[in-house]
């Protein structure tokens, strides 16, 4: 059977932060601000994965009020919800996923990004598709206030 999910993320950019989108570091800046390492694309990821499987979402399986997860790389999360897939007999088809921010550009990173999903989610990279594209200035991510990312999961379940 072939289950679908969504999931979404933003967060506020701040200064004395990196800028971690896909599991890669990227000049800016800004970061993200955040319990985690605030990657909202694998955190959108993450989600529709969740979703996918009928598992709720990150707040419940990886909360803000956990002082042992402050920091946490989100690549980490992401091999996590892999595992929770494993216990579901699910497996990833392919995910497609859009980053919606003013700047940086993500034409250069998105091969890296697309690279360090798939080998998170142990899946090729053909499988993992991304994209980036402005808020045409409209709203607090058109003014460069944070970023967002939006994703969607097919997995096989067994």
């Known amino acids: 059977m072939i289950r679908c999910g969504i999931g979404y993320d933003v967060h ?16 800016h800046s800004h970061g993200l601000e955040g319990h985690s390492d ?5 955190h959108a990821i ?8 009928g ?3 990150i707040g419940q399986h990886f909360p803000n009020t956990d002082e042992s997860l402050r920091g946490i790389s989100s690549i980490e999360i992401l091999k996590r919800v892999l595992k929770l897939l494993a ?21 250069p990173h998105v ?6 999903i798939a ?20 709203g607090a991510i058109g003014r460069g206030e944070g970023i967002a990312a939006i994703a969607i ?4 379940v067994e």
């Open 38 to 42: 605030a990657d909202v694309l694998l």
């Open 119 to 138: 080998d998170a989610i142990s899946t090729s990279d053909l499988n993992v598709s991304v994209k980036a594209t402005t808020n045409e200035r409209l």
């Open 87 to 107: 216990e579901k007999r699910a497996r990833v088809v392919n995910i497609d996923a859009t980053v919606l921010a003013e700047e940086p550009q993500l034409a």
């Open 12 to 27: 506020r950019l701040a200064e004395g932060r990196k800028l971690i989108l896909g599991g890669v570091e990227i000049a």
């Open 153 to 156: 999961a097919s997995v096989e």
């Open 46 to 53: 993450a989600d529709a994965l969740l979703g996918a499987i």
């Open 55 to 57: 598992a709720g979402d």
């Open 111 to 116: 091969a890296a990004i697309r690279k360090k």
